[in-house]
Structures are given as C-alpha cells and as structure tokens.
C-alpha cells in the first residue's frame, strides 16, 4: 500500500507594475497602494525596492485552490487602490519601456543599504518576479529535494517567460529579466549541498564574513528558505494572468511531491552538472517554450515543449492526490497559444507600438477574477 503524500502547503508571491495610464510608464504610487493595503491585508503587502513596483504574498495555503483564491483577491484588492490614486496594474517580468534611471527609490534603510553596496545594479534592477513557496518540514529532505528539482527548473521558467522588452527595445529575449538580475550576486542557479550541515555553514560563512547581513540575501533560483520550512522557486517571470500563475505553482507543487514520493521508495532524481542546467535555462531565457532544450539522459536536443509534456507525465501520479489536474492542464493552453512573452511580441509584431503592449498587459492582469 502506498504512503499518503502529506500537505505540501503553498505560498506565492507576486509583482505588480504600478503605471499611469495616460502615458503607460511606471508610476511611484508614493507607498499609498502599499498603506491602503495593508488596512485590508495587513503584511500580504509591501513596497519594494523601486516605488512602482507592489509586492503581495498569499498567506500559508493548504492547497492550489486556496492558493488561487487567494491569487485572484490580491490582485482584486491591488486594482481597486490603484484605481483610487488614478494608477492601474500590470503583471510582466519587465516593462516594455519604462527607464530604470526615471524610477525614484523606496525611502527605506534596507534599500538604502543594498543601493550602497550595489550601486547601479540595484538600481537598474526594475524587474518582477513570482515566486512560489512549498512547505517541507524536514529541512535535511528538503535540501535533497531542492538539489534534485533544481534540473527542472529551466522547464518551469521557460512557461512563465513573459518579458521580451527592454527600455523600449525588443530584446530578442523572452526572459531578459534574468538577464538584468544576473548583475546581482548569489543569483542564477543554486550550487549542490550534499547535507544541511554544509548548506548552513556556507549561509553562517557568508554572515560572519559580512557578505550579507542576513542569510535572506541568497537570490538563487531555487533555495532552501532560511527562515521558513519551505523550498522557494524563484526562477519564474511574472505572469499575466492568474491562470498563468496558478497552473505554474501547481506544477512546482506537483514536482516537489513527486520527489518526495520518490524519496520513501528510496529512489531519487539524477543529479546534473549546473554547467548543463545552465545551458538549458540559457535555452529558456532566450527562446521560451518555442526553442530546443537539452535532455541529458538521451544527450541530445529535443523540442523545449516534448520536455514539458515528459514533465507532466513524470509528475502525472502525484496530481491527483494534490487536486491540481485541471489547474496543471492549462499548460496545454499555453503551449498553443503561447506565453506572456509570445503574446506581447505578437502585440508589437501587430501595432510596433509599446503603449498597445502595455494596454495588453494591463488588461490580462484582472482576467478571470
């Protein structure tokens, strides 16, 4: 008889472009939307780094259902301030052609702080992400399964692509997003740990060292929180709609169990070299789910969307239990009609006008609420 999976609970975080829409840019909503929000919502809301970027974060969900539901009443609450302060919402990994230079800093000591050591590529660092939490207990297991899922990884990004433009230009990227986030440190893909002492005593290292003050500042694509009992996956793009996002956590979610259930058959993943990862999230970043992606057991190049359809396949015995088919099978839907950043770029193919693109982004962001 096989072992009940156990609840694999979820958090996710979002962010928001705040614009004007009159002239479609970014917009500082001068931390408004965040204290108005945090009346209703109290700490599933807060500022960031660049005053038009608003980051919300679900609270502690059982499972995709109330994950979604929650999803959908953050972005409802987030248009209804804007709306009160004449701004409207977004959802991309980038703006089409707001300049990072234009964008007034957060008065805050942490910003302040990461400007000070980092200087302009802090400052350039005007991107959205959507990251997705799911709970483990057992941290030793969870930095097994975090080794494991790091190689599907450049899978789950290349769905959520969804920012071809760059300061007006289109830059030949369906993620550029992680182009400009690359400039940070301990970003990209995270190293192999082979035990919880040794990922421990690498963050302690990193803080006694005065690296980073606290061990929160590990940007990895992929980490074993230090606070939370949670595997937080950090690679994706914002996506457009809730749907985009919901379908995404639930594979995340479905990968993680997977691995697990692997686990008590004392079965696991292979490990792969990062430097062949690599190459598939490079594959990711620039062609999204349209390109070839390497699959190191065959060692040969296959369609980026055969990869995807394996990956459903593999995780295909954990779903139900979880309850996330239908939320999983809208993948197909993006794999026909294309992700954030094949919409955008078929906007622009269409009008060559950036504000028609943002007009597009704006509008998805509510959809189906």
């Known amino acids: 008889m096989s072992k009940k999976l156990p609840v694999f609970t979820l958090g996710v975080e979002e962010e928001y472009q705040i614009i004007d829409p009159k002239s479609r840019d970014l917009r500082s909503h001068l931390s408004k939307i965040v204290d108005g929000a945090k009346i209703i919502l109290n700490e599933q809301v807060k500022a960031e780094m660049h005053q038009s970027v608003v980051e919300v974060g679900t609270n502690v969900c059982k499972n995709i259902h109330e994950a979604e539901a929650e999803i959908k009443s953050l972005r409802g609450h987030i248009v209804n301030l804007a709306f009160r302060q004449g701004l409207i919402v977004g959802a991309a990994g980038t703006h089409p052609f707001s300049k990072w230079q234009d964008q007034p800093i957060t008065d805050d000591p942490r910003y302040h702080n990461i400007i000070n050591e980092m200087q302009d590529a802090a400052r350039s660092n005007l991107i959205f992400g ?60 995270p190293e192999y740990f082979d035990s919880l002492s040794s990922y421990d005593n690498y963050l302690e290292t990193l803080v006694k060292t005065k690296c980073i003050d606290n061990p929160k500042k590990i940007w990895w694509d992929l980490r074993l929180h230090p606070i ?62 349209d390109g070839n992606m390497i699959d190191f057991g065959l060692q040969k190049e296959v369609e980026t969307k055969v990869l995807i359809v394996e990956l459903l396949e593999f995780i295909d015995d954990v779903v139900d239990e979880l309850g996330s088919r239908e939320k999983i099978n809208y993948v197909y839907k993006i794999l026909k009609f294309g992700t954030g950043a094949d919409k955008q770029l078929k906007i622009f193919e269409k009008t060559n006008d950036l504000t028609k693109v943002v007009d597009f982004i704006t509008s998805q962001f509510t959809k189906g609420i």
């Open 130 to 189: 959507m990251h997705c939490h799911v709970g483990i207990e057992n941290r030793e297991i969870g930095l097994q399964l975090m080794n494991q899922a790091c190689y599907f990884l450049p899978h789950i990004f290349a769905i959520s692509t969804n920012s071809p433009f760059w300061e007006g230009r289109k830059t030949g990227y369906k993620s550029y997003r992680t182009k400009v986030f690359d400039k940070f440190p301990r970003t990209g893909l």
């Open 228 to 289: 939370y009992d949670t595997i937080e996956f950090r690679i994706c793009d914002m996506c457009l709609t809730v749907d985009e996002t919901v379908c995404i956590v639930a594979i995340i979610q479905a990968i993680v169990a997977k691995l697990y259930k692997l686990s008590l058959h004392n079965m696991s993943f292979n490990i792969y070299r990062l430097a062949l990862i690599k190459e598939n999230k490079f594959r990711a970043a620039r062609y999204g789910i």
